[in-house]
C-alpha cells in the first residue's frame, strides 16, 4: 500500500519563493538566483514528503508561476505574440506569458480560477496555428534529482482532456483540431520520463464535471494512444474537487492502471466505485482534505480504507490526499501565536502528509499509530468548546423574515434617485477599492501590531495615506472615489480580524496566483460583529472631498469562500450568520453620510459547484446572502459588487438576481469578451467593465483603452456604463498605477466629449 499526496505547496515555509520571483521581476536578482532559490524549495519539500512518510513523492508540482503555463510550456503551444528563437520557452518568454511585456506593450494571457477554487491558473490559447512542441527538460530533470536523493518521484501532468477542455479557442479555432498532434506531443513526454518511476499521475479533475459528448469520445482514443508508450509505468488517473457521477463508467473503463477519487467532495462515491473497480486497477483514495485546515477523523477515514480493504488487495490501494495539497498552508507547527487549543484541531501540509501516512500504518500493521490518539483527543476538544457555539446569533439568523433579502424598490425607480442625488456625469470614473500597498504602509501596520507604534499614531499615519490616496484622485478628476484601504491587510482577513468566530495564522500562506499569496482566515465558531469595522475610515475620507466617496466591503460569500470554513455546520448557515454581520456594516455607513458602498463578491462565481445538478442550490443561498447583507439600506444608497475572473454566462440569472445597482467585473484579459453574457441576458442595471489589467505592470495606452470602451458601449448602453480598473490596485506600484489612471481617465474623457456632441 503506498501513501502519497497529489501535490504539496510552492512557496515555501516562509514564502521564499514569492521574495525570489519578486526580487527577479524587479531586476534586484538574477535568474540564476531564482532557479537556485527553486531548486532548494523543491529538495526541501520532497525530504519534508519522504521524512513524513509518503512512498511516492510528486514531480513536477511546482512552479515558477503557475501548472498550467507549465503545461502550455512543456507542450510548446506559445500564443503567437510571445513566439521567438523556435518557439524556445525561455524564462523572459515564460514571465512573458503570465504577467505582459510591457516593453513591447503586449498583453497577458487570460487568467480565471482553477474550478471552484480561489487559486488562478493562466487559460490556455488555441489557435488554428498554435504549435506544440515538446519540452519537458525541467520535468526531466526533478525526476532525475528526486531519483539521486534516493526517493520514488511520481510525475504530475495536467491531463490531456483538462488541459483542452479549459483552453480558450480563438481566432475561430476549434479545440478538437488539436486533438491528434497534442496527444502525439504528450506520448513522446509520457515516453520519455516513463524510464524513470513506476507511476505517473495523470491529473484530470474535468472528468468530475459535465463532460460534452465530444470528451467521452476523445478520452478513449486519447488514453488508448498514452497506453501504447508507458511500457511498464503505471497511469494513474486522478481525479478530485467531486466525485465522477455519471463519468464513473467512462473513468474505469480508460486503459489506466489506478484511479484517485477525492472522498473529502464526493464522500458518496465510494461503494459505486468498490462495485464498479477492475480488477486489475490500483484505487487511491482522498481521505485527507486538501483544501482545509481541520485534522481528518482518522478513525473514520480508517474505516473507510478498511471497507475497500475488503474488496480490494493492499498493493492495490493508495492512501492520500483528497487533491493537491497547494490549497493548504505549509506548517502549522511554525504558527506560535495561535491559541494552544484551537492549534491542535488543524493540520497544514505536512501535518496532512503524517495523516496520510498514519492511514496507511493503520491499514498494514496492528498497530494503533500514536497520532490516532491525538487526533481522538483533539476533535472530542473541538466538538465540546465553549466559543463554537453562540446562541445568540443563531437566534438571530432563525429571526431572518423574507423581507430582509429585498430592497424597497425596484432598480429602476432607484436608479432615478441616485442620479439625482449624486449628479454624476456619463461613463463615471471609479476604482475598485485598494490602492498601492506601500512598504511605509505595511511598516506602520506591523508596528502597531507590535505596540511599538500607539493607537493615536496608527490613526494619524493611515489617515495620511488615506489623504495622499483622495488627493491623488481629486488631481486624476476620478468621479466616485475611495479611501485606498492602507488599514487593510487583505480584503478577508481585514473583516474577520473583528469579527468573532475568527482566528488567524501568522504564517498559513496559500498561493493566489504567482507570487501572490493570500493568509485565509478560519472560521471555527459562530459569527457576530462586535463593533463597527470601516466607518470610521470612510467619513475620514468622506471629509476631505465633495466627490462621493464608497465605503467599501467584502461581501458574504466571499468571506466565506477566502477563509477556511468551520466542517461542522453547513456553509450556507455559515454564510448566513456572516451577512448579517456585513447588513449591520452597511447599514452603519449609510447613517453616517456615506451615499455609495461596494459590497464585492469576487467569489461567487468560485464558490459554484462544479456539477450543474448542485449549483441552483448553492446560487439560491449564495444570492440570498449577499441580498441580505446589502438589503438594509435606502433606495437613495447606491449599492455596488465586484466579481472576478469568471464564466459569467452561467450565473447571469444570479447576478441579476442579487440586484445590485452597478456590478465592476474583470473584463480586459479577455478583451471584453466577458460582456458578451451580459448582453445576451439584456442585464438590466449598470456595469463598470475592467479596462485595464491589474494583475500585469503593464501600463495601457489611454488608446487601448479607449478601443475597450467602445467594444463595451456595444454591449451596454452609454448611460449604464462605468469605467474602471479590472480590481484593486493593492499589488502595484505608484507610478504605474497613476499612469494607468490618467489613461484611463484620458480615454474616458474622450469618450464622453464624443457622446455629449453627439
Known amino acids: 500500500m503506498n501513501a502519497h499526496v497529489l501535490g504539496f505547496p510552492r512557496m515555501g515555509k516562509n514564502r521564499e519563493l514569492k521574495w525570489a520571483l519578486e526580487k527577479f521581476w ?10 537556485s532559490t527553486a531548486g532548494e524549495l523543491k529538495q526541501r519539500h520532497w525530504n519534508l514528503q519522504a521524512t513524513a512518510g509518503m512512498d511516492l513523492l510528486p514531480v513536477g508540482d511546482f512552479s515558477l508561476y503557475d501548472h498550467i503555463l507549465d503545461t502550455i510550456a512543456m507542450l510548446g503551444a506559445v500564443p503567437q505574440r510571445f513566439q521567438h528563437d523556435g518557439n524556445t520557452v525561455d524564462c523572459k518568454t515564460y514571465f512573458h506569458m503570465a504577467r505582459g511585456n510591457s516593453e513591447k506593450s503586449i498583453p497577458a494571457m487570460e487568467m480565471t480560477k482553477w474550478f471552484d477554487s480561489n487559486y488562478h491558473y493562466i487559460v490556455p490559447e488555441l489557435s488554428p496555428n498554435t504549435p506544440f512542441k515538446k519540452d519537458n527538460s525541467r520535468l526531466l530533470a526533478d525526476i532525475k534529482a528526486v531519483k539521486r536523493l534516493g526517493y520514488s518521484p511520481k510525475p504530475v501532468l495536467v491531463g490531456p482532456l483538462t488541459f483542452l477542455l479549459l483552453a480558450k479557442e480563438t481566432d475561430g479555432c476549434n479545440r478538437w483540431d488539436h486533438l491528434e498532434h497534442m ?51 503505471r497511469l494513474l488517473l486522478t481525479t478530485y474537487f467531486g466525485d465522477l457521477g455519471d463519468n464513473l463508467d467512462l473513468a474505469l473503463s480508460l486503459p489506466v492502471d489506478g484511479i484517485h477519487i477525492d472522498l473529502i467532495r464526493g464522500p458518496n462515491q465510494l461503494d459505486e466505485v468498490l462495485s464498479k473497480l477492475p480488477a486489475h486497477f490500483t484505487l487511491s483514495l482522498g481521505l485527507v482534505d486538501g483544501r482545509n485546515i481541520w485534522k481528518t477523523d482518522l478513525e473514520a477515514a480508517a474505516r473507510q480504507v478498511n471497507i475497500v480493504r475488503q474488496k480490494v488487495k493492499a498493493t492495490h490501494i493508495m492512501v492520500g490526499s483528497s487533491c493537491s495539497l497547494l490549497h493548504s498552508p505549509v506548517d502549522i507547527s511554525a504558527e506560535k501565536k495561535l491559541d494552544p487549543t484551537l492549534k491542535q484541531w488543524m493540520a497544514f501540509a505536512i501535518q496532512k502528509c503524517e495523516e496520510v501516512a498514519a492511514l496507511k500504518h493503520a491499514a498494514t500493521t496492528t498497530e494503533t499509530p500514536s497520532l490516532f490518539n491525538e487526533n481522538k483527543t483533539a476533535l472530542l476538544t473541538r466538538a465540546a468548546h465553549p466559543d463554537v457555539i453562540d446562541h445568540q446569533t443563531r437566534e438571530r439568523v432563525q429571526a431572518i423574515t423574507p423581507e430582509m433579502f429585498n430592497r424597497n424598490s425596484p432598480f429602476t425607480e432607484r436608479i432615478v434617485i441616485q442620479r439625482d442625488r449624486l449628479k454624476l456625469p456619463l461613463f463615471p470614473t471609479t476604482t475598485i477599492g485598494s490602492y498601492p500597498q506601500t512598504a511605509e504602509i505595511r511598516k506602520a501596520r506591523l508596528e502597531y501590531k507590535k505596540g511599538t507604534l500607539s493607537e493615536s499614531q496608527y490613526i494619524k499615519t493611515m489617515q495620511g495615506h488615506i ?18 484601504e492602507p488599514e487593510r491587510n487583505d480584503m478577508v482577513e481585514y473583516f474577520g480580524q473583528q469579527l468573532k468566530g475568527f482566528c488567524f495564522t501568522s504564517n498559513g500562506w496559500v498561493q493566489s496566483y504567482g507570487s501572490r499569496c493570500v493568509k485565509p482566515p478560519i472560521i471555527y465558531g459562530d459569527i457576530s460583529r462586535p463593533e463597527k469595522m470601516t466607518v470610521d475610515w470612510a467619513v475620514y475620507a468622506q471629509s476631505l472631498t465633495k466627490k462621493p466617496m464608497k465605503g467599501m466591503l467584502t461581501g458574504p460569500v466571499t468571506i466565506l469562500c477566502w477563509s477556511f470554513v468551520r466542517n461542522d455546520i453547513t456553509r450556507s448557515e455559515v454564510c448566513r450568520q456572516i451577512a448579517l454581520t456585513i447588513r449591520d456594516e452597511a447599514v452603519d455607513l449609510e447613517t453616517a453620510g456615506i451615499d455609495v458602498i461596494q459590497i464585492d463578491e469576487a467569489a461567487l462565481r468560485e464558490g459554484m459547484p462544479i456539477r450543474k445538478d448542485q449549483q441552483d442550490e448553492y446560487l439560491q443561498w449564495a444570492v440570498d446572502c449577499f441580498k441580505l447583507a446589502s438589503s438594509g439600506v435606502k433606495d437613495s444608497t447606491q449599492l455596488h459588487s465586484h466579481m472576478c475572473y469568471s464564466e459569467f454566462n452561467v450565473i447571469m440569472k444570479s ?10 467585473i474583470e473584463a480586459s484579459r479577455s478583451g471584453m469578451e466577458l460582456l458578451d453574457a451580459f448582453n445576451a441576458y439584456q442585464y438590466p442595471a449598470e456595469i463598470g467593465p475592467g479596462v ?26 452609454a448611460e449604464r456604463l462605468w469605467v474602471n480598473p479590472d480590481c484593486g490596485l493593492k499589488t502595484r506600484a505608484w507610478p504605474e498605477t497613476l499612469a494607468s489612471l490618467r489613461n484611463m481617465v484620458t480615454a474616458t474623457l474622450r469618450l464622453r466629449n464624443e457622446h455629449t456632441q453627439q
Open 655 to 664: 447576478i441579476a438576481e442579487m440586484d445590485a445597482d452597478v456590478i465592476s
Open 692 to 717: 485595464y489589467d491589474i494583475h500585469s505592470p503593464r501600463v495601457p495606452g489611454a488608446n487601448e483603452i479607449y478601443w475597450l470602451l467602445q467594444k463595451a458601449l456595444k454591449v451596454i448602453p
Open 183 to 233: 496527444t502525439d506531443v504528450y506520448c513522446e513526454i509520457i515516453t520519455e520520463i516513463a524510464a524513470h518511476c513506476s507511476w505517473i499521475q495523470i491529473d484530470e479533475p474535468i472528468l468530475c464535471t459535465d463532460l460534452p459528448a465530444e470528451a467521452k469520445t476523445a478520452f478513449q482514443s486519447v488514453y488508448s494512444k498514452l497506453r501504447t508508450v508507458t511500457n511498464s509505468t
Open 467 to 484: 489623504r495622499e490616496v483622495v488627493n491623488h484622485q481629486e488631481e486624476l478628476e476620478l468621479d466616485v472615489l475611495v479611501h485606498g
Open 26 to 35: 524587479r531586476g534586484e536578482t538574477t535568474e540564476t538566483a531564482l532557479v
